[in-house]
């Protein structure tokens, strides 16, 4: 407790050293009670944005280069007390896919250069083990980095990306010592537990780290330039398997993930997503329908408390009971990727209809004016005073947003060019 | 038979013409609950799902008639030959209630106490669900029979929301349910499920909407006449438990729906012109 005053303090400070933002900070109070107060949602509507999504997706992609430091890694959030953060190492990393997919979207060149900086500073911390360091970037104050499984994962799918991109052997490289270290600090249950996992426990959100180790079995697989790397890619692929066992061996019937695991914080909507993210994309690479099954049971859960209530709660208690009053808009985002994907693979439309309406929501509560840092930035919780990062704009948030914009983009067009009789049904 | 009315508005076209409807079959309803339209609820409610400009719309074309406005076509032309009257149209229920001789009673919410106590004291065999809340228990265990609902969908294929639009992207035929309710949503036992046959002549989703709307009354009408002959029993949904409920559609989709239906009509124009 004394901590968080500690760090709350010291973050207040922060008006001092920029009392410009002080303007922005009551704005964005003001603006969220308003909006709060006048909101009316009931079974029969849903929110609908002004905004087209090509126009949001933009204003998104902006707020992430802007985000990005002279080094080239990501700021993890701008604070309205203190500013944008030091570069996060895991953010930067899984953030360069989404920049990679904005560029084959639009054709936009800057986030290629954007992507191809982030993956040159990323290379430039992987440690000799092959792990990279948790936490932000503390190469400026001195401290001393900690590996960190997690962030290693979310890094890997930066990196298998970048060298789907660019086909650079450093790239490969990196990636192949990232997943050997993973390889290696993996318990025999599948779990990543001790040290470099986080608060010392495994937890069931590692699924995003299956699924990084999934895609570089792909890689390696579709690389395989000789026997080793055909054996390397079948073990990638058997460690990620691993890891979904034991994911999946923590759903409830009900739908509720349990092993999340985090001391201190409630199960907020972010890390519930991230397990199903993990172990959706998981399931799909290794053609694991019990993967796709169990995480359709908990999105279908979600789904429903969705378009009951128009929004998702920040944070739930077990089997999705008691969902607390803030929205974690980073988790109502991942969610609309999970339900866009679910669509892709089960062809049942009510998860595409979910997530257009997500995304209306989502855009709606977007910023569309505002200096660098607020415009076109996703708050970690609405209202921003809410408990999941409050009163920060989040480089990981706008990442989600800007995923689920790109699959809706995705999704939409490919219902025109496939014809009207393609069009998928609900079963 | 002793039938009530529950809808959503006084202004209910759909309301009016089943009330209407019942009564030329023999059955004039004891009473008909209605929601109030003017409390805050209601107005934030509409205000959020229609917009503001829709809603003074709908609000002057309600609450200020034109000179004239009684002439006026039914807002649901397929509704007209329920609502029309003489030379004018019935406009609210408050107009049918009059005319037939049954009271309308008004609430903010259907299963409220003093709501619960109000229909009991009607003591209706069958209560005809137009619109309003969801219904809990102990409105559903007022009547004797049973509350009835027209499901503008076949069931149990799509249950909940935007059932027509629903319908035409899955492939499954445009049709209405009728069915008495239950705690789940449109779950109950069926009394009768029929397909639409017109669906090809539709010029519109609000088109398709109001024709399902009057061919829903009309099959009320002899689930009603067969209930009170005793030739019409409910029988259990299958798949009961396997979640098919649809929610509100986004408007994207809507637009598909609209095109599947623009398709199939001029596919059967073609149909008509080379048969």
Same mark, same amino acid.
């Given at each position: 407790?004394?901590?968080?005053?500690?760090?709350?303090?010291t973050?207040?400070?922060?008006?001092?050293?920029g009392?410009q933002?002080?303007?922005r900070?009551?704005?964005?109070?003001?603006?969220?009670?308003?909006q709060?107060?006048f909101?009316q949602?009931?079974l029969?509507?849903?929110?609908?944005?002004?905004?087209a999504?090509?126009?949001?997706?933009?204003s998104?992609?902006?707020?992430?280069?802007?985000?990005q430091?002279?080094d080239?890694?990501?700021?993890?959030?701008y604070?309205?007390?203190?500013?944008?953060?030091?570069?996060y190492?895991?953010?930067?990393g899984?953030?360069v896919?989404? @920049?990679?997919d904005f560029?084959?979207a639009t054709g936009?060149e800057g986030?290629?250069?954007a992507a191809?900086?982030a993956?040159?500073?990323?290379?430039?911390?992987?440690?000799?083990?092959?792990?990279?360091?948790?936490?932000?970037?503390a190469?400026?104050?001195?401290?001393?980095?900690q590996?960190?499984?997690?962030?290693?994962?979310?890094i890997?799918?930066g990196l298998?990306?970048?060298?789907?991109?660019?086909?650079?052997?450093?790239?490969?490289?990196?990636?192949v010592?990232?997943?050997?270290?993973?390889?290696?600090?993996?318990?025999?249950d599948?779990?990543?537990s001790?040290?470099?996992?986080?608060q010392?426990?495994?937890?069931?959100?590692y699924s995003?780290?299956?699924?990084a180790?999934?895609?570089?079995?792909?890689r390696?697989a579709?690389?395989?330039?000789?026997?080793?790397?055909?054996e390397l890619?079948l073990s990638?692929?058997?460690?990620?398997?691993?890891?979904?066992?034991?994911?999946?061996?923590?759903?409830?019937?009900?739908?509720?993930?349990?092993g999340i695991n @985090?001391?201190g914080?409630p199960?907020?909507?972010?890390?519930?997503a991230?397990?199903?993210?993990g172990?959706?994309?998981c399931g799909?690479?290794r053609?694991?329908s019990?993967?796709?099954?169990a995480?359709a049971?908990?999105?279908w859960?979600l789904?429903?408390?969705f378009e009951?209530?128009?929004?998702?709660?920040?944070?739930?208690?077990?089997?999705?009971?008691?969902?607390?009053?803030?929205?974690?808009?980073?988790?109502?985002?991942?969610?609309s990727c999970v339900?866009?994907r679910?669509?892709?693979v089960?062809?049942?439309?009510?998860?595409?209809n979910a997530?257009?309406?997500?995304?209306?929501?989502?855009k709606? @509560?977007?910023p569309?004016r505002?200096?660098?840092?607020?415009?076109?930035?996703?708050?970690?919780s609405?209202?921003?005073?809410?408990?999941?990062?409050?009163?920060?704009?989040i480089?990981?948030?706008c990442?989600?947003?800007?995923d689920a914009l790109?699959?809706?983009q995705r999704?939409?067009g490919?219902f025109?060019?496939s014809?009207?009789?393609?069009?998928?049904?609900a079963? | 038979?002793?039938i009530?009315?529950?809808c959503?508005s006084e202004?209910?076209?759909?309301a009016c013409a089943?009330?209407v409807r019942?009564?030329?079959?023999?059955?004039?309803?004891?009473?008909?609950?209605a929601?109030?339209t003017?409390?805050?609820?209601t107005?934030?409610?509409?205000?959020?799902q229609?917009?503001?400009?829709?809603?003074?719309?709908y609000?002057r074309?309600?609450?200020?008639?034109?000179?004239g406005?009684?002439?006026?076509?039914?807002?649901n032309?397929?509704l007209?030959p329920w609502?029309k009257h003489g030379?004018?149209i019935f406009?609210?229920?408050r107009e049918?209630?009059?005319?037939?001789g049954f009271?309308?009673a008004f609430c903010?919410?259907?299963?409220?106490p003093?709501?619960?106590?109000?229909?009991?004291?009607?003591?209706?065999?069958?209560?005809?669900?137009t619109?309003?809340?969801?219904?809990r228990?102990?409105?559903?265990?007022?009547?004797?029979?049973?509350?009835?609902?027209v499901?503008?969908?076949?069931?149990p294929?799509?249950?909940?929301?935007?059932?027509?639009?629903?319908?035409?992207?899955?492939?499954?035929?445009?049709?209405?349910?009728?069915?008495?309710?239950?705690a789940g949503?449109?779950t109950?036992?069926?009394l009768?499920r029929?397909?639409f046959?017109?669906?090809a002549e539709?010029e519109?989703?609000?088109?398709l909407?109001?024709?399902?709307?009057?061919?829903?009354?009309?099959?009320?009408?002899?689930v009603?006449?067969?209930?009170?002959?005793g030739t019409?029993s409910?029988?259990?949904?299958?798949?009961?438990?396997?979640?098919?409920?649809?929610?509100?559609?986004?408007?994207?989709?809507?637009?598909?729906?609209?095109?599947?239906?623009?398709?199939s009509?001029?596919?059967?124009v073609?149909?008509?012109?080379?048969?």
């Amino acid at each position: 407790m004394t901590g968080q005053i500690a760090k709350a303090l010291t973050e207040a400070t922060g008006l001092l050293r920029g009392p410009q933002r002080a303007v922005r900070l009551i704005q964005k109070l003001l603006s969220d009670k308003l909006q709060m107060i006048f909101e009316q949602r009931h079974l029969y509507s849903y929110a609908r944005a002004e905004r087209a999504s090509g126009v949001a997706l933009n204003s998104a992609l902006r707020w992430i280069l802007d985000a990005q430091r002279p080094d080239g890694g990501m700021a993890a959030y701008y604070s309205l007390l203190t500013g944008y953060s030091e570069p996060y190492p895991e953010v930067t990393g899984y953030i360069v896919p989404t @920049l990679y997919d904005f560029a084959r979207a639009t054709g936009g060149e800057g986030a290629v250069v954007a992507a191809d900086r982030a993956t040159r500073w990323l290379l430039s911390l992987q440690m000799p083990t092959g792990a990279f360091p948790g936490g932000l970037h503390a190469g400026s104050h001195g401290e001393e980095a900690q590996p960190s499984v997690f962030n290693t994962g979310q890094i890997l799918q930066g990196l298998v990306r970048a060298h789907i991109e660019a086909n650079r052997p450093e790239i490969l490289r990196a990636a192949v010592a990232a997943g050997d270290w993973l390889i290696h600090m993996q318990q025999a249950d599948g779990s990543w537990s001790g040290p470099a996992a986080y608060q010392n426990v495994a937890h069931t959100y590692y699924s995003m780290v299956a699924w990084a180790l999934a895609e570089l079995s792909e890689r390696a697989a579709d690389d395989h330039h000789d026997y080793r790397d055909h054996e390397l890619g079948l073990s990638y692929g058997l460690a990620a398997e691993r890891n979904l066992d034991w994911v999946l061996s923590h759903f409830r019937p009900s739908g509720w993930i349990d092993g999340i695991n @985090l001391r201190g914080h409630p199960n907020y909507l972010h890390f519930i997503a991230y397990v199903l993210q993990g172990a959706l994309e998981c399931g799909i690479l290794r053609r694991r329908s019990d993967a796709v099954e169990a995480v359709a049971k908990s999105s279908w859960v979600l789904l429903r408390k969705f378009e009951t209530n128009k929004f998702l709660p920040g944070a739930y208690e077990p089997d999705f009971k008691n969902g607390q009053r803030f929205t974690c808009l980073t988790g109502n985002a991942q969610m609309s990727c999970v339900w866009l994907r679910l669509f892709e693979v089960t062809d049942d439309l009510r998860y595409f209809n979910a997530a257009l309406k997500m995304n209306e929501m989502l855009k709606q @509560l977007i910023p569309v004016r505002g200096p660098r840092g607020i415009c076109g930035g996703v708050s970690g919780s609405y209202p921003i005073w809410g408990r999941y990062q409050p009163l920060r704009y989040i480089s990981w948030g706008c990442k989600f947003f800007a995923d689920a914009l790109l699959l809706e983009q995705r999704l939409t067009g490919s219902f025109a060019v496939s014809g009207f009789e393609a069009l998928p049904c609900a079963s | 038979m002793r039938i009530v009315v529950l809808c959503s508005s006084e202004y209910s076209e759909t309301a009016c013409a089943m009330a209407v409807r019942m009564a030329k079959l023999g059955h004039v309803p004891v009473g008909a609950l209605a929601l109030s339209t003017l409390d805050r609820g209601t107005l934030l409610r509409k205000l959020g799902q229609w917009g503001v400009e829709d809603v003074i719309r709908y609000a002057r074309a309600k609450l200020i008639p034109h000179r004239g406005h009684r002439q006026a076509q039914a807002r649901n032309p397929y509704l007209q030959p329920w609502l029309k009257h003489g030379e004018e149209i019935f406009r609210t229920l408050r107009e049918v209630a009059k005319f037939y001789g049954f009271s309308v009673a008004f609430c903010n919410d259907q299963n409220a106490p003093d709501s619960i106590a109000r229909l009991r004291e009607w003591s209706p065999d069958l209560i005809i669900f137009t619109g309003g809340n969801i219904l809990r228990k102990q409105l559903l265990e007022v009547p004797r029979l049973g509350v009835l609902n027209v499901h503008l969908g076949l069931l149990p294929e799509v249950r909940g929301m935007s059932s027509p639009e629903w319908s035409l992207l899955n492939h499954v035929p445009a049709g209405v349910t009728l069915h008495y309710v239950d705690a789940g949503i449109d779950t109950g036992p069926l009394l009768q499920r029929c397909e639409f046959p017109d669906v090809a002549e539709c010029e519109s989703l609000s088109d398709l909407r109001n024709r399902l709307l009057a061919f829903g009354l009309e099959k009320a009408a002899e689930v009603i006449a067969g209930l009170d002959q005793g030739t019409i029993s409910a029988s259990a949904q299958s798949h009961r438990d396997e979640d098919r409920q649809f929610f509100v559609m986004h408007e994207w989709l809507q637009a598909r729906a609209a095109e599947r239906l623009t398709k199939s009509r001029r596919a059967a124009v073609a149909g008509t012109v080379n048969g």
